[in-house]
């Protein structure tokens, strides 16, 4: 009995950790967050599975926490999808780890690990390694850019030959 309650308990608190490496960014202001992201590449999973066009919005929440608004278009039949989630801080809102749910009581972390000073790209990680984004302000971002996402991501354990690059446009 005292497994199965503490095994329920993980569950609804989630997967708030991060992967061996991760550090998430200090001095993280959530105002200059907010606003529309396009993603440019992420790791496979079947939340995002063929979609294309994909953004984040990002809005505060009247309870402090952040909405989150995931959209994108479907590759195959050019539907349009549409997720909404709310996210809160770890560990206070100066840092880059908040919690995520877009399914009831169970939350995920979303950790801001690189992001540069003027809030135009972030790299993300999820509690695992797994899980694995790079976000701009602009549908369309710089080889460099690129290089240096994936370089860390290596660095870090992620396993970059499998990234998505995203198509933003019809």
């Not at 960014?25 to 105002?31: G, R, S």
């Not at 590449?41 to 909405?67: C, W």
Request: aromatic content about 14%; glycine content about 8%; proline content about 2%.
């Amino acid at each position: 009995m005292r497994y199965l309650l503490v095994s329920l308990l993980a569950l609804l608190t989630g997967c708030t950790g991060m992967p061996k490496g991760v550090t998430p960014v200090e001095n993280f202001d959530a105002q200059r967050y907010l606003g529309t992201w396009y993603e440019i590449a992420r790791l496979d999973h079947s939340f995002e599975r063929n979609l294309e066009q994909v953004t984040a919005e990002y809005k505060m929440r009247e309870d402090g926490g952040i909405q989150v608004i995931n959209r994108g278009v479907e590759a195959s039949s050019g539907k349009h999808k549409e997720a909404k989630g709310k996210a809160y801080f770890v560990n206070g809102a100066d840092k880059g780890h908040l919690k995520v749910s877009f399914f009831g009581p169970f939350y995920s972390s979303y950790v801001v690990y690189e992001l540069d000073d003027d809030y135009q790209y972030a790299f993300i990680s999820g509690y695992n390694s797994k899980y694995l984004w790079l976000l701009s302000r602009t549908p369309q971002v710089s080889d460099e850019l690129k290089e240096r996402f994936i370089n860390k991501a290596q660095e870090l354990g992620f396993a970059t030959e499998s990234l998505i690059w995203v198509k933003q446009s019809n």
